[in-house]
Every structure is written in structure tokens, then in C-alpha cells.
């Protein structure tokens, strides 16, 4: 409830890591967000100070970034932000991880070709013909005792 949400542009710095795990999928990569500014001086922009995070993904959503992205590739990720700080080998380490809710191409920098994966319950069942919605009842051949309407109670 109290969770602190964040949206990150950057770029993909490591080549996401897939992992089968027995509650399910899980994928990692490091993200570098550069900020960027207008100096005035040089009239150009100029690149800031770069911030890495660990983006952490679950389930069917590690499966998909694990096969969609790769480094150098412009990303917006959407998370839960997760700050820890840890001490190893006698100094102290902070780290910034972001749990992904959702991973997607920065479409301002390039394009995608977007491709849905398939379901395993959609993919058994043989698609459904789409009914024609043109027809008007009158046209339509006799209905069958099936298709009879309920006589409807009058009270």
C-alpha cells in the first residue's frame, strides 16, 4: 500500500538474466538512467549524472523481457522502488532495485514490433468464427427449438 512507485526511462547496461525458478520465472538486468540538460554555455545538451538500477522481473513478464530486450536498447520500466543497503567485506553498499510491474521500448527513440504470446488455455481451443452480427433476425432461416424464446410469466 505504502509502496513508492517509479517510472525510469534509460537504456538496457546488461544482458537481462533468465532464471526457471521453481515459483516461477524470474529475469534481471541493470538500467542506466542518464539525465540530461541544455547548457547554455556550449548550446548543446549535455549528459548528467547516471543513475544504475537492478530491475528485477516475475513470471511471464521475465520471460518476455528476457527475450525482447537487449543492451544498448532504450526502455521505460515501472516498479516498485526497493533501496537496501547491505555491508560486505566491512564497507557498506546501497543499491537501488526496481521490483518491474511493467517493461516496454521507448517508443520516442525507435520502433518495436510488438507480438503477443500465446496462452496455453488459448492455444488448445480452436479459434471461435466471429457471428454475424449483419443478419437481421427477419432474414435468418426458421429458428430451431433451441433458438425458441421463453414464453415469458405474466402476473
Known amino acids: 500500500m505504502n509502496e513508492t512507485m517509479i517510472c525510469a526511462v534509460g537504456n538496457v547496461a546488461t544482458q537481462p538474466v533468465f532464471r526457471d525458478l521453481p515459483n516461477g520465472a524470474s529475469a534481471r538486468f541493470r538500467l542506466a538512467v542518464t539525465a540530461r540538460y541544455w547548457d547554455r554555455e556550449k548550446s548543446a545538451w549535455t549528459d548528467g549524472h547516471t543513475n544504475f538500477f537492478t530491475v528485477w522481473a516475475n513470471r511471464q513478464l521475465a520471460s518476455n523481457a528476457s527475450a525482447s530486450l537487449t543492451v544498448g536498447d532504450p526502455v521505460v520500466v ?23 510491474v511493467a517493461i516496454g521500448h521507448d517508443l520516442a527513440r525507435g520502433t518495436a514490433a510488438f507480438r503477443r504470446t500465446g496462452r496455453a488455455e488459448t492455444a488448445a481451443s480452436p479459434p471461435q468464427p466471429e457471428p454475424n ?11 430451431s427449438a433451441e433458438q425458441q424464446p421463453e414464453p415469458a410469466a405474466v402476473a
Open 78 to 100: 515501472q516498479g516498485r522502488l526497493k533501496v537496501r543497503t547491505d555491508v560486505r567485506e566491512g564497507q557498506n553498499w546501497t543499491s537501488a532495485d526496481i521490483d518491474a
Open 133 to 143: 452480427w449483419e443478419t437481421p433476425a427477419a432474414e435468418s432461416a426458421a429458428p
